[in-house]
């Protein structure tokens, strides 16, 4: 194991602005208790909800737990019925224009609370937002969280208006992408396939549209979100930086509604209902974009004549065989149509379906069981010129996994097995149109089996001191039939030095594998202060493979071989939170570090494409992380929002006993998402009821490029001489962002607007940079290359009611 950062040290700076208070409402503790032989793991909460003012009962009132909308509504009755761990839950009642009404449940037995709520008085009303349990960030054991719900994300200003999981990360410390218009995240120092992405725990593999503008999740049927960025739990595999759960909506299972959106960027429709009262409940939301109607008014011919279309569609499907016996079906399609004239043009399309049982076998202990399939295709093609042509790729694999939850006093045992089966689909070029001239090609790509046992542990071993860890045994096997290719012995890998190619049947290739601890603390010294500390360990068998600077939709994902090392990071960190003024506030400051072994890197001018010998393009290294993140929150009052800064570096180095194999000479040098300072401040104004103004802003500092000192003139043709990999950077970067938003036209229905400002300044941030000489001279002229150079407003009406 690599060496250990011993110490870190922290400087926090407490800011605070505007101090208008809210008179927050007590909790109500309340005590239920079973009898011995009657106890169990789960209990039922009812009760009925009344108006104070006229004592009928209330229907449509949400019942939040834990800081999350539970999916129930009072009924038209105004009965509600839950079914809840044993343990201690925040019970929050909710109307928008009722006074919340709030509860702490300890649950050991079936328990009844009839509600009483009052009017809200709108001119003196405040707007609280709780992304979880107030003083869950101090108390949890687990370093390193961000967990957000979708109402929360609702309220951040957001490209073309639409709100999405994805952009709104990367406005919390510690996390990051490469520029605007990149659709994966850099957290903490890792590279974007680095993260493993779950939809309800199914793997995910694609998550972007629009060129990384938005991501595939479609925000109506969002539920909340959870992202570890630390201390990794152990039932999560696969990926060496950090794990993303997105959770859907379920169907409502007593009453059918309808939701729509139309707006500038895109049109959507959400369905959902009972099919069985009480027995099986549906939800469907589809999403396509607009944008295709717009390109008619632009000037600019090349732009006109493009093609800008995407989509994505989700179905759930829920089932209660009993109080003790649940099964859900779940399917998430997306897709993108880009061209750009008939210059090049991107498709790819995503398949993600799952099936999972969960099931009460005894009092105090459940099982857990999913299946998943999923299926990615991708495609870049070149319509027209000599020949056009188009290369297609893309993976299968099927997920299964099960597992068991055992409550034990004080202790949560969760235990079970992982496995992923991965089939690379062959890498074709094909003739684009009849007329091309294109011989077609085909590369055969690997295929693999990962999987791992795997244990977890919960304890609360004092009111002050709890506890969280585990272990993961990895396990990875490359599959037949396939051909090696086999080198010469003490020479690099090179298309110049293969002796031949040997033929395995089905049978496995090469293994890898290693144990993975994790575990995780949280001391609560003192009431809302706490000191986490937390470490993990975690190998990578599958990582994309791209000429690009950021994630694109034609990235390789690549299995590990014989000759392409899994990945493995040691992560770990420490840090202090404290809330303040009952929870109003909430402030973290946090320090991490990580290294990585056998990193992916890429030879000078790498050749990636239809090469049946990859690994002669890469190049294999050790990477370090390290960092601070500050976070100061404000969760409830008239002003809501949050300021996150971090700094963080990372670095690379490759090694090879040859030297021309080695980048920089071999010495450290910063990855192309290295990007010391980033700040980001977002605040909501809470006016009235359904109305805010919101805003954000991002600044980071401009990150590493490889670019040419010198050019050298050569019978007439310019020779560039590039100095070290990465020792440039762009020009540092700065958006603000802008929204309104406010309720519809029909006071009888659920409508809403919302009025959006992207990069409110107008300003030409650059993604990249590029040369050109100077007229006459051998002279290299800099350039930036702008995504976004302008401002982007939008206008999205939505709509919903129940019939």
């Known amino acids: 194991m690599s060496s250990i950062l011993q110490t870190l040290i922290f400087i926090g700076i407490a800011i605070f602005i505007q101090s208008n208070v809210l008179a927050q409402s007590d909790f109500q503790e309340v005590r239920f208790q079973a009898n011995q032989d009657e106890k169990r793991s789960t209990y039922i909460l009812t009760g009925t ?119 709104t990360l990367q406005l919390m410390p510690g996390i990051t992408s490469v520029g605007e218009g990149s659709s994966g995240l850099n957290v903490r120092g890792g590279q974007a396939d680095q993260n493993l992405l779950m939809m309800n725990e199914a793997i995910v593999l694609s998550n972007s549209h629009a060129l990384g503008f938005l991501s595939s999740f479609n925000s109506d049927a969002v539920q909340n979100f959870s992202l570890f960025k630390g201390a990794v739990p152990s039932y999560f595999g696969g990926r060496s930086a950090s794990a993303l759960n997105i959770e859907m909506k379920k169907g409502d299972f007593e009453n059918w509604s309808y939701q729509g959106s139309l707006g500038t960027a895109t049109s959507k429709i959400m369905v959902e209902g009972p099919i069985l009262p009480e027995k099986t409940s549906m939800i469907a939301a589809a999403r396509r974009s607009n944008v295709n109607g717009f390109l008619n008014f632009v000037k600019e011919p090349d732009v006109k004549n493009s093609r800008f279309n995407f989509h994505d569609i989700y179905v759930g499907l829920n089932h209660k065989f009993s109080d003790k016996h649940f099964l859900d079906l779940n399917l998430l399609q997306t897709g993108d149509d880009f061209q750009l004239s008939d210059q090049f043009g991107f498709k790819w399309k995503n398949l993600v379906t799952y099936l999972a049982s969960r099931n009460l076998i005894f009092d105090n202990f459940s099982l857990v069981s999913l299946f998943a399939y999923g299926n ?127 033929f395995y049947g089905n049978q496995p290739i090469v293994k890898y594998g290693g144990f993975e601890p994790r575990f995780s603390f949280s001391w609560n010294f003192k009431e809302e202060h706490s000191i986490k500390g937390g470490y993990s360990s975690m190998y990578q068998y599958l990582q994309t493979i791209s000429n690009t600077t950021g994630p694109s939709p034609i990235d390789l994902w690549q299995l590990s071989t014989d000759y392409i090392l899994p990945q493995r990071s040691h992560n770990f960190s420490l840090g202090y939170f404290r809330n303040l003024k009952d929870n109003e506030w909430s402030t973290s400051i946090e320090g991490y570090f990580r290294n990585s072994e056998n990193q992916i890197d890429y030879k000078d001018f790498a050749d990636l494409f239809l090469n049946p010998h990859i690994e002669t393009e890469l190049v294999q290294g050790i990477g370090k992380a390290y960092g601070v993140e500050l976070l100061i929150q404000r969760n409830s009052g008239t002003i809501t929002g949050w300021l996150a800064y971090t700094y963080s570096r990372s670095w690379i180095r490759t090694h090879s006993p040859y030297d021309d194999l080695l980048i920089n000479g071999g010495q450290w040098y910063p990855t192309n998402y290295d990007k010391p300072h980033i700040v980001s401040l977002v605040s909501s104004i809470h006016i009235n009821k359904g109305r805010s103004f919101n805003v954000s802003s991002n600044f980071a500092s401009g990150r590493p490029v490889t670019s040419p000192t010198v050019g050298y003139l050569v019978d007439g043709i310019l020779i560039p001489d590039y100095g070290d990999r990465n020792s440039f950077r762009i020009p540092n970067y700065f958006r603000v962002d802008l929204s309104y938003l406010t309720n519809g036209f029909f006071r009888e229905l659920d409508d809403r607007i919302n009025i959006s400002f992207y990069n409110l300044l107008g300003r030409r941030n650059a993604y990249s940079v590029f040369f050109q000489r100077e007229q006459d001279t051998s002279r290299l002229i800099p350039y930036r290359v702008s995504i976004l150079g302008a401002v982007f407003p939008s206008f999205t009406y939505t709509i919903k009611f129940a019939p």
């Not at 949890?140 to 929360?152: A, H, L």
């Not at 999987?451 to 096997?477: C, H, I, K």
Request: proline share 6%; no cysteine; charged share 20%.
């Open 49 to 167: 909800v009344k108006s104070l003012e006229s004592n009928e009962t209330l229907s449509g009132i949400s019942i939040h737990i834990d800081g999350f909308f539970s999916g129930i509504n009072t009924d038209n009755n105004g009965l509600y019925l839950i079914e809840l761990d044993s343990g201690i839950h925040r019970v929050v009642f909710r109307q928008i224009s009722k006074k919340p009404v709030f509860y702490t449940v300890a649950l050991f037995g079936n328990g009844v609370i009839d509600v009483i709520m009052d009017n809200k008085d709108f001119e003196l009303e405040m707007f609280t937002v709780l992304s979880e349990e107030k003083d869950r960030n101090v108390r949890e054991p687990i370093t390193g969280v961000t967990k957000m719900n979708i109402e929360e994300i609702k309220l951040i200003p957001a490209f073309l208006g639409e709100p999405d999981v994805i952009n």
């Open 376 to 502: 990615f295709n991708n495609s870049f093609y070149e319509p027209s010129g000599i020949d056009p042509a188009i290369i297609n790729n893309g993976l299968t694999y099927q997920q299964a996994k099960v597992s068991g939850f055992l409550t034990v006093g004080e202790m949560e045992i969760i235990a079970g097995v992982e496995a992923v089966n991965y089939q690379s689909k062959p890498e074709t070029l094909s003739p684009y149109t009849r007329d091309s001239g294109v011989i077609p090609e085909q590369v055969n790509k690997p295929k693999g089996l990962e999987w791992a046992p795997f244990v977890a542990l919960e304890w609360n071993l004092t009111d002050q001191l709890a506890f969280s860890g585990g272990l993961r045994y990895s396990n990875y096997m490359q599959l037949g039939p396939d051909s090696v290719n086999q080198y010469l012995e003490n020479q690099p890998l090179s298309p110049f030095t293969i002796t031949e190619r040997i």
